[in-house]
C-alpha cells in the first residue's frame, strides 16, 4: 500500500511552546490530508481536512487558531499545536488517500504529544 | 447515539479460532466500508475495503456488508497472535455526501492467546 510517514513519532514539550507535526505521503500525491486526535483506548476523532494551496477545514469544536495546518505542497502537510497545554496531550495521526473518494485511505504512524 | 457502534471487547480468543469482529450504523447515506487494524501507538492499517453490500475476502481475512441491516463484519480465519490489536471500522457516504470523511466505530480490542 501507499507509504504515509509522520514526524516526529514522539514529542515532549514545555507548556506554552508550539509543536509542528508533519505528514508526507511517499509514494503518491494527496490533495487532500486529514488530521486526527486519538485519547486512549478510544477511536480517531477527525480534527481537520487539510487542502493543498486552501485553508483547512476544521471541525466543529477544533481551534483553527490553536490548531494551525498547512498544506503547503502535494506531498507535506503540517499540523503546529501552538501554545501548547497539558491537556492537548494525545495521539495525532494524519492520513492521505490515493484517490478523491478516500476510499483507501492509508495513515501515519502518528505522533504522541506530552506536554509538560 | 452514536453513528457507528463498535463493541470495544476486549476480545480474547485461542489462537487458530474464527474471530467475528462487527459494526452497526445508523446512516443509510454509507457506501464505502472499510475496516483497519491498529497496533498499539502507531497509526490504523488499511485492511480492507468494500463498496455496498456483499462480501469480500483476501487471505484470513473476509469482509460483509450487509447494508439492509446496517451491519456489516469482519472475519479472522486461523487466528494468530499477531493479530492481538485494535480493529477500527470505517465508513464513508459517496463523494459529495459530508464530503470524503470517514466515520470510524470506537474500535475493538482482540486478544489471540497462544
Known amino acids: 500500500g501507499a507509504v504515509v510517514s509522520q514526524h516526529p513519532s514522539w514529542v515532549i514539550c514545555k507548556s506554552g511552546t508550539s509543536v509542528k507535526i508533519e505528514c508526507r505521503s511517499l509514494?503518491?500525491?494527496?490533495?487532500?490530508m486529514f488530521w486526527y486526535r486519538q485519547f486512549p483506548k478510544q477511536s480517531l476523532m477527525l480534527m481537520a481536512t487539510?487542502?493543498?494551496?486552501?485553508?483547512?477545514?476544521?471541525e466543529q469544536g477544533v481551534e483553527k487558531d490553536k490548531f494551525l495546518i498547512n498544506h503547503a505542497s502535494l506531498t507535506l502537510s503540517t499540523l503546529t499545536v501552538t501554545s501548547a497545554h497539558p491537556e492537548d496531550s494525545s495521539f495525532y495521526i494524519c492520513?492521505?488517500?490515493?484517490?478523491?473518494?478516500?476510499?483507501?485511505?492509508?495513515f501515519g504512524q502518528g505522533t504522541r504529544l506530552t506536554v509538560v | 447515539q452514536k453513528e457507528v457502534e463498535q463493541d470495544p471487547g476486549p476480545l480474547s480468543v485461542p489462537e487458530g479460532a474464527i474471530v467475528s469482529l462487527n459494526c452497526t450504523y445508523s446512516?443509510?447515506?454509507?457506501?464505502?466500508f472499510m475496516w483497519y487494524r491498529q497496533y498499539s501507538r502507531k497509526g490504523p492499517e488499511l485492511l480492507m475495503y468494500?463498496?455496498?453490500?456483499g462480501n469480500k475476502e483476501d487471505g484470513r481475512f473476509t469482509a460483509q456488508v450487509d447494508k439492509s441491516s446496517k451491519y456489516i463484519s469482519l472475519f479472522i480465519r486461523d487466528s494468530q497472535p499477531s493479530d492481538s490489536a485494535t480493529y477500527l471500522c470505517?465508513?464513508?457516504?459517496?463523494?459529495?455526501?459530508?464530503?470524503?470523511?470517514?466515520?470510524f466505530g470506537g474500535g475493538t480490542r482482540l486478544m489471540v492467546k497462544p
Open positions: 492520513s492521505a488517500s490515493l484517490d478523491l473518494l478516500n476510499t483507501e485511505a492509508f
Open positions: 509514494d503518491f500525491q494527496a490533495t487532500t
Open positions: 487539510s487542502n493543498e494551496g486552501s485553508k483547512a477545514t476544521y
Open positions: 446512516n443509510s447515506a454509507f457506501q464505502y
Open positions: 468494500t463498496y455496498s453490500s
Open positions: 470505517a465508513m464513508r457516504g459517496a463523494f459529495g455526501n459530508a464530503g470524503n470523511m470517514l466515520t
